[in-house]
């Protein structure tokens, strides 16, 4: 018998890799200390990290409740690995999170706890919502412009429907709200349990604590990681308690009790709520976007800015621009050379989108104002730099108004 995918997606993803795997190659960084925002290396060079880990510091490197918590535990003497045990550990986890969840789920809701990784979560959601539905298909994402197709799904009907309210694995894109309560209407119309994939998005990321916040939609079932671990491998599949009857017996992955990532995570979690630093994320993400939009009429080369809170994405040009003559794609060189022009100022970016055309920013929820203008500045001169040298004749845009704000600074 063929085994389904756990996911169908509802348009071709990208050809390349996932960037996490690529850092090594592409940023020759060797980190020997980091605090917060900043990374040190191995050459004495201080930079200004971008990454987050992809996403899963959200209180950047080494904070000091992070640390607490996780010492807290080891002095303990409690167990480190304890899957499928109630600890003390996992119900202060499981306490923090449900206090920050959506209100239907928060008092409805069940958690799974899965192997570390988001993937794991995922293929958890899925066999969750074909025991719930006796369903046998897959989970169909759903995108905003690429409607639900039957066909894309071999013949087999879907377990339920799954959403990102802001897409990031090609590129960053942030679902409108109204697109998201229609999915939700429509995945109740058809009976269909809604999965939100919160793995990059959660804990205060895009200025709500979770992205679904936005739109206020309550999902059937929640697929979180990253951030919730507090910078460990961690991943929980929340769900409404009436999917549970036919809920998989055992969730998937050996790994799925590690304590030092649940202490972390409610240490990061509890942070995040009593700071304020959801609603922080939308007012900085705001000033962050509006000082970096201004790039896309100075320089031709500079496509397109978008983002939500603290998940921004800038595009190089078009991904789909001819390749030059030895084959390779003039957007993707330009973007790796803004890449490099970037590290060589001190900030580290990541390559993401179609073609790796995108430079995404994701610096942690504690970035401050001096920080962010920092970032702004010098990835501002790095594209400014790359435009003057580059030898690819881009489409020239309006010249800027007389008085108008210099890009990438902001009031």
Request: proline residues 9%; charged residues 20%; neutral net charge.
């Amino acid at each position: 018998m063929t085994q389904l995918p756990s996911v169908v997606p509802s348009e071709a993803p990208s050809s390349a890799p996932p960037a996490a795997r690529t850092y090594a190659r592409s940023l020759p960084v060797v980190p020997v200390r980091a605090r917060g925002l900043t990374i040190e290396g191995a050459d004495g060079r201080r930079y200004l990290d971008c990454l987050s880990g992809a996403g899963g510091l959200a209180l950047g490197h080494n904070h000091p409740v992070v640390l607490e918590a996780i010492r807290s535990v080891l002095d303990s003497g409690a167990p480190l690995h304890a899957p499928g045990l109630a600890t003390p550990v996992q119900d202060a986890f499981t306490g923090e999170l449900f206090t920050t969840l959506p209100r239907g789920l928060a008092e409805s809701g069940r958690i799974l706890f899965c192997g570390p990784g988001g993937n794991d979560a995922l293929d958890t959601a899925a066999r969750l919502v074909r025991a719930a539905t006796g369903r046998d298909g897959p989970l169909a994402a759903r995108r905003p412009g690429s409607p639900y197709d039957a066909t894309a799904l071999g013949g087999a009907e879907p377990a339920g429907l799954l959403v990102e309210a802001v897409r990031s694995g090609d590129g960053v894109h942030p679902a409108p709200d109204d697109w998201l309560r229609r999915v939700r209407a429509d995945a109740t119309a058809c009976s269909l349990p809604l999965v939100a994939d919160e793995t990059e998005t959660g804990v205060g990321r895009t200025g709500t604590f979770w992205a679904v916040g936005h739109s206020g939609i309550v999902p059937d079932v929640m697929v979180l990681s990253k951030a919730i671990g507090g910078s460990l491998p961690l991943a929980v599949v929340v769900h409404h308690d009436s999917l549970g009857a036919g809920q998989p017996a055992d969730p998937s992955g050996p790994f799925r009790g590690n304590q030092l990532a649940m202490a972390a995570g409610t240490a990061t979690m509890r942070y995040v709520r009593d700071n304020g630093l959801a609603e922080r994320a939308a007012v900085l993400g705001e000033r962050m976007l509006n000082g970096l939009r201004p790039l896309t009429r100075a320089y031709g080369c500079v496509q397109d800015v978008r983002g939500r809170g603290l998940m921004i994405g800038v595009t190089w040009t078009d991904p789909d621009a001819p390749d030059d003559a030895s084959g390779r794609s003039a957007a993707l060189a330009q973007a790796v050379t803004v890449q490099q022009e970037c590290l060589r100022r001190g900030l580290i970016v990541q390559l993401t989108g179609r073609r790796s055309c995108e430079i995404r920013l994701m610096p942690p929820l504690t970035i401050t104002d001096e920080q962010a203008d920092a970032v702004l500045d010098r990835l501002s001169d790095a594209i400014a730099t790359v435009s003057r040298t580059s030898r690819r004749i881009t489409t020239p845009r309006p010249p800027k108004e007389a008085g108008a704000a210099s890009p990438a600074r902001t009031p």
